[in-house]
């Protein structure tokens, strides 16, 4: 999936880093090795080798001695760390096509660095899953910065270990993942300015949380995590917590939702390319008010009711909502005829709370979504909101 208009978004918060975890296990004395006596053997944790990624071979596969530095290459069902530098070559494939050809591999800790200087390309890893238990990916810094530098993980992942994952860039890097799978938790600390963290297949692990390091930073700052044709964690049914991270939702299906000071932008609408969200949360869905919504946007077809997901934007819950005095900041048409009704938020089991200092009743301003109804003279509608308690719904009905 291509992003349009990258500096058209209304990005309020979010950013992001991620380090990793590696657990070492315990050892006992009572128990006799191989080739080791059992009376004052000094047992030595297994060393995990390393292999690092040239490219070098005649083929794109894992098992080519020569795409790896030395030589050697890792075997199947083996247990390693994995190293993906940035390569000096200017045309892809150029080393940066890497395909897994083998069965069983447990990647104790995989290593990759962006290519995004001049005469660099990005990897894009495929074949075969994989059992991760650390993962950092990293972009350096150019001047000036490149954009849209897209490293893929599209062979399948499983977590080996409950672990935190690194995503580091200095520039606009837009690295995209595969399906993600296993019982064990994970958490996605992501410190990338300007930057979608995309993830493209299904994600089914435990409790997921995706950690931004520099919340509210503007444009340049926020990291933005998006989901275009994918869910998170609707069949594992585990907690998903956003905190202080951007959310771009286009279309999105995700398990119950937390959000500590995110920020959440449901589509892109207006002119003739828009994209009109809906967020999905399977289960409960808990808000805060650091967490800024914006919906972006409302709009009509002639003769039509508006329909959410095609025409605006709309959270969607089979459980309870708790709003919780989230911000919510509306983006419309121009052309839009008075009594029209939009249905933001639709809860299934329970509604609580209300917007921030939005009472039920009152009236808000929608803002431009500089569609071409807006040009001249003409100006997006005032909204009175109204909560139904009974029936779960916040809804947004043009008043002007």
Not at 134 to 155: E, I, M, N, R
């Amino acid at each position: 999936m291509t992003i349009v208009g990258r500096n058209r978004l209304h990005r309020a918060h979010g950013s992001a880093i991620i380090a990793a975890l590696v657990f070492a296990g315990a050892m006992s004395a009572t128990v006799a090795l191989p080739g080791i006596s059992e009376a004052g053997a000094s047992l030595r944790p297994h060393v995990v080798q390393t292999f690092t990624w040239s490219g070098l071979g005649s083929t794109t596969s894992w098992s080519d001695t020569g795409n790896w530095v030395g030589g050697v290459a890792p075997t199947a069902g083996a247990t390693v760390k994995l190293v993906f530098p940035e390569l000096a070559c200017s045309s892809f494939p150029c080393g940066y096509a890497s395909f897994n050809d083998l069965t069983g591999l447990t990647v104790a800790n995989l290593q990759l660095t962006n290519g995004n200087s001049v005469g660099t390309q990005s990897y894009d890893l495929t074949g075969k899953s994989i059992t991760v238990d650390s993962l950092s990916l990293s972009t350096p810094a150019t001047t000036p910065p490149q954009q849209g530098v897209f490293a893929k993980f599209d062979l399948p992942i499983v977590l080996g270990v409950n672990q935190t994952w690194s995503i580091t860039s200095a520039a606009y890097a837009d690295p995209q993942f595969g399906s993600i799978t296993g019982a064990k938790s994970l958490k996605v600390s992501m410190r990338a300015p300007g930057s979608f963290v995309q993830f493209n297949s299904a994600v089914n692990v435990g409790a997921l949380t995706f950690k931004g390091v520099v919340a509210n930073h503007g444009d340049n700052g926020t990291v933005y995590l998006t989901t275009p044709s994918s869910t998170l964690n609707v069949k594992s049914g585990k907690l998903v917590t956003l905190n202080d991270v951007g959310y771009f939702v286009i279309q999105s299906s995700m398990g119950p939702t937390t959000t500590v000071g995110a920020a959440i932008q449901l589509g892109q609408g207006g002119g003739t390319a828009g994209t009109f969200a809906q967020m999905k949360v399977v289960g409960n869905a808990i808000f805060d008010t650091k967490t800024p919504i914006g919906l972006y946007s409302l709009s009509v077809r002639k003769g039509v009711k508006p329909v959410a997901g095609k025409d605006y934007g709309q959270i969607k819950v089979t459980g309870s909502v708790k709003l919780n005095s989230v911000p919510m900041t509306f983006y419309a048409n121009c052309n839009i005829p008075l009594n029209t009704k939009f249905t933001v938020v639709t809860a299934g089991k329970g509604l609580s709370g209300t917007l921030h200092n939005v009472k039920n009743g009152a009236t808000v301003e929608a803002f431009s979504d500089g569609s071409p109804t807006c040009s001249g003279k003409a100006a997006a509608p005032d909204l009175k909101i109204a909560y139904d308690i009974k029936h779960g719904t916040v809804t947004a009905t043009t008043v002007k």
